[in-house]
């Protein structure tokens, strides 16, 4: 869409460019190509009045629509003076009259060799190798006509505009050779659009890509940083700065990255963020947490850990209370995750001022942590939480005076947890299995996943 724009805004300016051009000599009724740069005839160039009157009756026949016969008057000067070069000039403007744009720059050119200053025929050129889709010749020719002429300001801003729309096709080269492969290529179309516009945040962008595929990180960080102290509100800025650390395994700064991303576009990036996060946290913990789907019991420690990597935003320190302090869980390495997760009330600290991460989960204790996170994933949901708290369903092994009864059956009411022929298991030690069958569920309260997920299989 905005190449179109900038297409259509182009067209514009040149149009309007070409019609700030000198008034051509009177014509009867209205000049019929007004835009056409006027071959002016330089006070410098010495020419008999007989010549002069040729090329003005030229002209006037170009503006009354007769370009042939315009062509034909040209034509007839040069034979007579073939270094009078405004007519070379003249003919430049019939071809771009009949939008033959090769020949109207041939013929700017051959004006061009006699006078390499003459603004007419720059300007003609430049007409000529825009209509032609010649940007870079269409560039090199404004610049020197706005060397030689700088008055106009529609000339510095076409000039612009080109630049613009050579850059995007550039960008649009490099992102198609990256996709096939041509790596080089890529880099070269990619490194010639930031020569062009050093302050492009799309094509630092784009060159982080291919050097991210090439595997030259360090460069790739440079560009990448480039972008983002350029436009800090850029999110695609910042999502090229996490490509390059996630493609060094740098995990938690992609995921920082991704996070930021994610609050200026919520929309592109908030899914992606969230994935990033769970990589980085998944990395994170220590290799016997891998197997953790087929264990058959887990430790507090890892629970914590487990609670704290996929449910960061809903680990909210709760307010007034005062955390305690687990003595044993320095130097753990799990202490930050049992920090978080007893903050926010999910987990406690026993009376003893210890955590005993090695400890095994009870299905119990499993059934008191699920009934915090429940409440926490419904925040927003009070009614669905209230019937889930109010369910009264019968265990065989867990009376309803039971201490742990609550949460057991708030946890077997919300789907988290199972029973087996009416029996809660109370001191059972709770699976790998079941831990992330209950966490799943949790995660699906709160709107991370489909209702039909398999969660035990998380």
Not at 29 to 39: R, S
Not at 320 to 347: E, H, K, L, S
Request: proline share 5%; glycine share 6%; net charge neutral.
């Amino acid at each position: 869409m905005m190449k179109v724009a900038v297409r259509g805004v182009l067209a514009c300016v040149i149009l309007a460019a070409a019609a700030c051009a000198s008034a051509p000599p009177a014509a009867p009724g209205a000049p019929k190509y007004p835009d056409l740069p006027v071959p002016e005839i330089p006070a410098s160039l010495r020419v008999t009045q007989a010549v002069r009157d040729q090329h003005a009756e030229a002209w006037r026949r170009l503006q009354a629509g007769d370009a042939r016969g315009a062509s034909r008057a040209y034509t007839e000067i040069l034979r007579a003076s073939s270094s009078f070069y405004p007519a070379e000039a003249g003919l430049g403007a019939v071809e771009l009259a009949g939008r033959d744009y090769k020949s109207a720059a041939i013929r700017f050119r051959a004006a061009l060799g006699g006078n390499n200053a003459y603004v007419p025929a720059w300007r003609g050129l430049v007409d000529a190798e825009a209509g032609a889709g010649n940007d870079t010749e269409a560039m090199a020719a404004l610049e020197r006509l706005l060397a030689l002429d700088g008055s106009r300001e529609s000339d510095r801003t076409r000039l612009e505009l080109l630049r613009l729309r050579d850059v995007q096709r550039l960008i649009d080269a490099g992102i198609r050779a990256r996709q096939a492969g041509r790596l080089d290529e890529a880099d070269g179309l990619l490194t010639r659009a930031l020569a062009q516009s050093p302050s492009s945040t799309a094509v630092l962008r784009e060159l982080t890509q291919v050097e991210v595929a090439a595997g030259q990180f360090d460069e790739a960080e440079v560009h990448a940083r480039r972008a983002v102290e350029i436009d800090a509100t850029d999110a695609g800025a910042l999502a090229a700065l996490a490509s390059v650390f996630e493609a060094q395994g740098r995990l938690r700064e992609a995921a920082a990255q991704l996070a930021l991303a994610a609050t200026i576009d919520p929309a592109a990036w908030r899914e992606k963020a969230e994935a990033a996060r769970a990589r980085a946290a998944e990395a994170a913990v220590p290799p016997e947490m891998k197997a953790i789907a087929t264990a058959t019991s887990v430790t507090r420690g890892q629970l914590a850990a487990l609670i704290d990597a996929r449910f960061t935003a809903l680990l909210r320190p709760v307010p007034n209370r005062v955390p305690d302090v687990a003595t044993d869980a320095r130097g753990y390495w799990a202490a930050d995750a049992i920090i978080n997760v007893t903050r926010a009330g999910v987990m406690d600290v026993y009376a003893n001022h210890t955590f005993q991460p090695a400890g095994i989960v009870r299905r119990t204790d499993l059934a008191a942590a699920v009934a915090k996170l429940a409440a926490l994933a419904t925040e927003s949901k009070p009614a669905q939480f209230a019937t889930w708290q109010n369910a009264r369903p019968a265990f065989a092994d867990v009376a309803p005076a039971n201490l742990f009864y609550r949460s057991a059956a708030l946890a077997v009411s919300a789907g988290a947890m199972s029973v087996t022929a009416d029996r809660f298991e109370p001191t059972r030690a709770a699976t790998g299995a079941e831990v992330l069958a209950a966490l799943g569920r949790i995660e699906q309260l709160a709107g991370r996943l489909p209702a039909d997920s398999q969660l035990a299989g998380r």
